[in-house]
């Protein structure tokens, strides 16, 4: 199975791409990983229900039909750590070719990015700015690995 986090535009904070780059190193040793950047949307300022429409159209334009698409959303479902790496480790089971986990821009996602998705998942009930949540996704994906695994990185209790 491969495994993607999708993000609209660059990361702009060294510190958060050092730290995705070490999970993404250490994710490297469990599955096949990649993080793709999705290009931000260069037009003139556009309303945000029009941005999210644009970053919407490049989403879907990249998706396959048998992708099991996940939107990193604050209403989606949130669950502990150990229930992530289940959930994993289930999608792995059923022969999952591709699950995308989709990180929206600013605004979050068009109503057409909500319909194709397969699930929405909630990493906290906070709001997290959309560069700062890439790097709890890339660690949560890692712990759930070594989870997985019986790994001593989740001390749990």
């Not at 250490?26 to 429409?53: C, G, M, W």
């Amino acid at each position: 199975m491969k495994i993607e986090l999708w993000v609209i535009g660059k990361t702009t904070f060294k510190y958060l791409d050092e730290g995705i780059g070490l999970y993404e190193k250490r994710l490297k040793h469990y599955t096949n990983f990649e993080l793709v950047v999705i290009p931000d949307v260069k037009n003139p300022p556009l309303s945000s229900e029009a941005l999210k429409i644009k970053e919407g159209e490049s989403i879907l334009n990249k998706l396959n039909k048998e992708d099991f698409l996940i939107l990193l959303d604050e209403n989606g479902k949130q669950q502990t750590s150990v229930d992530f790496s289940k959930f994993i480790d289930n999608q792995q089971v059923n022969a999952t070719k591709r699950m995308v986990f989709q990180i929206g821009g600013a605004y979050g996602f068009s109503e057409a990015v909500y319909a194709r998705a397969n699930q929405k998942l909630s990493l906290s009930k906070m709001t997290f700015s959309h560069q700062m949540i890439r790097l709890f996704f890339v660690e949560q994906l890692y712990r759930a690995f070594t989870i997985i695994k019986g790994e001593k990185y989740h001390n749990e209790g």
